[in-house]
C-alpha cells in the first residue's frame, strides 16, 4: 500500500484551517473548493454535516481526475440540537456567543472521503463530535469578540485557535473536530478505503 503522502488529495474545501491541518499529517492536498448550492434536508446536526460533506465531495469528484482522494467535510455548532451557522453580521456574532458562552456546547464535523479509481468509485462518510465547555463571559468582552473580524467566517462565531481560546474551559473530544477536520480519523478511514482496495485486486 502507498503512503498517504503519494496519493493525489483534493480538499473540496477553501478552508485555511482544514488545509494546515492534512499538512501536519503529510497530505499537500490540491484545492477546488465545491460550488454547488447547499441542501440540507434534516435539522439533526450529526446528518446535517454527513449530507453536506457527501454533496462537497461528490461535486468536486465528479470532474477529478482518477487514482485522486477527494475529501469533502462541513462543521457545525450546536446549542440544545439547535445548529448555528455563520454569523451574517457583527451582531448576529454577538448573539451566539452569549447563547453559548456560560455553558457546554457541541460541534460536529463531517467528512466524505470518495477514492476515485479507474473501476469504480468508492468512499466513507463519517462525523465526530466534540462538547466545548465556554466559561461564563461578561457583556464587554462579549461585544469586543463579537465585533472583531475573527468570528465572521466561522461556525457558531468562533474560533477556537483563535484568541477565542481564552474563554474556552475544557473540551470533551477530538480538538482538531473543533477546528474543522479530525485528522487522526481520516487516516484511520484512509487506511480503511486502501485496504479494502487492495484485498478486491
Not at 34 to 50: H, K, N
Not at 71 to 98: F, Q, W, Y
Not at 174 to 200: A, F, H, I
Request: hydrophobic residues 35%.
Amino acid at each position: 500500500m502507498k503512503n498517504i503522502e503519494e496519493f493525489h488529495w483534493i480538499l473540496a474545501s477553501g478552508s485555511p484551517r482544514r488545509k494546515e491541518l492534512l499538512e501536519q499529517i503529510g497530505i499537500r492536498p490540491q484545492i477546488i473548493p465545491s460550488g454547488m448550492e447547499e441542501v440540507i434536508t434534516s435539522t439533526d446536526p450529526e446528518l446535517v454535516v454527513m449530507e453536506l460533506s457527501e454533496q462537497k465531495a461528490e461535486d468536486v469528484a465528479f470532474s477529478a481526475p482518477e487514482e485522486s482522494i477527494i475529501l469533502g467535510a462541513d462543521t457545525v455548532v450546536s446549542v440544545d440540537g439547535e445548529i448555528l451557522g455563520k454569523p451574517s453580521d457583527h451582531e448576529n456574532a454577538c448573539e451566539m456567543i452569549r447563547s453559548i458562552q456560560g455553558r457546554t456546547h457541541q460541534v460536529y464535523t463531517g467528512v466524505t472521503l470518495i477514492y476515485k479509481d479507474q473501476d469504480c468509485d468508492r468512499g466513507v462518510t463519517f462525523v465526530e463530535k466534540t462538547d466545548v465547555k465556554v466559561n461564563p463571559m461578561t457583556e464587554e468582552e462579549i461585544t469586543a469578540y463579537g465585533q472583531s473580524e475573527e468570528p465572521m467566517d466561522k461556525a457558531g462565531a468562533y474560533g477556537i485557535q483563535g484568541a477565542f481560546a481564552r474563554y474556552v474551559a475544557s473540551i470533551q473530544g477530538n480538538y482538531d473536530t473543533v477546528v474543522g477536520l479530525p485528522v487522526s480519523r481520516v487516516y484511520r478511514e484512509w487506511k480503511s478505503l486502501m485496504e479494502q482496495e487492495d484485498e478486491e485486486e
